[in-house]
T-cell receptor, first 117, second 117 residues
Framework: AQKVTQAQTEISVVEKEDVTLDCVYE???????LFWYKQPPSGELVFLIR??????QNEISGRYSWNFQKSTSSFNFTITASQVVDSAVYFC??????????????FGKGTRLSVIA | DTEVTQTPKHLVMGMTNKKSLKCEQH?????MYWYKQKAKKPPELMFV???????INESVPSRFSPECPNSSLLNLHLHALQPEDSALYLC????????????????FGPGTRLTVL
């Protein structure tokens, strides 16, 4: 069964600090997809990144970077020089590629990030 | 244009009312989703439509009735709801859906915040 664990329930940092959000997943499939979403107080989930299981390259997008390590089943998300606008709940999610196609997203419980000015 | 729109933004209804939530996307996506999200919890999948056909119903009570009039529109009809159904209802779409191969990152609308009195 697929499972996503975000062990950090809440994190508070001071503006300009770097912060890493952890995501550990479990799957029996060799082909799967990992995602990160941001949910600001307004409520809308914003898609940040999709990573395929066969692509272990790390990714950087501005102040955001993602570290995917299959050996530890982790897909961690780092925000560099955090800003108040980064305050949100961040969800990690997993979808497997089963025999008939992609399975629905399984979300972690989310990490609430508060960036204090 | 990665936009999913939802109306209304807020809805207050009594337990005997009938109301509908609406969702629209114009990205040519083939799959559309309804999620329910309670406070401080991840989104819970309710229904998935793929190519305008209901492909997943996550054992949702019959007081919630989905409808997909065309590939761009998704409705959720509500009848005889209970106070515990109060939540944020999120609609999402993806280029390809569950049980298919392809791009399955989901793009979410802003949600409808529902209160049942």
């Amino acid at each position: 069964a697929q499972k996503v664990t975000q062990a950090q329930t809440e994190i508070s940092v001071v503006e300009k600090e770097d912060v890493t959000l952890d995501c550990v997943y479990e799957t029996r499939d060799t082909t799967y997809y990992l995602f990160w979403y941001k949910q600001p107080p307004s409520g809308e989930l914003v898609f940040l990144i999709r990573r395929n299981s066969f692509d272990e390259q790390n990714e950087i997008s501005g102040r955001y970077s993602w570290n995917f390590q299959k050996s530890t089943s982790s897909f961690n998300f780092t925000i560099t020089a955090s800003q108040v606008v980064d305050s949100a709940v961040y969800f990690c999610a997993l979808s497997e590629f089963a025999n008939s196609g992609n399975t629905p997203l399984v979300f972690g419980k989310g990490t609430r990030l508060s960036v204090i000015a | 244009d990665t936009e999913v729109t939802q109306t209304p933004k807020h809805l207050v209804m009594g337990m005997t009312n009938k109301k509908s939530l609406k969702c629209e996307q114009h990205m040519g996506h083939r799959a559309m989703y309804w999620y329910k999200q309670k406070a401080k919890k991840p989104p819970e999948l309710m229904f998935v439509y793929s190519y305008e056909k209901l492909s997943i119903n996550e054992s949702v009570p019959s007081r919630f009735s989905p409808e997909c009039p065309n590939s761009s529109l998704l409705n959720l009809h509500l009848h005889a709801l209970q106070p515990e159904d109060s939540a944020l209802y999120l609609c999402a779409s993806s280029q390809d859906g569950v049980n298919s191969v392809g791009y399955n990152e989901q793009f979410f609308g802003p949600g409808t915040r529902l209160t049942v009195l």
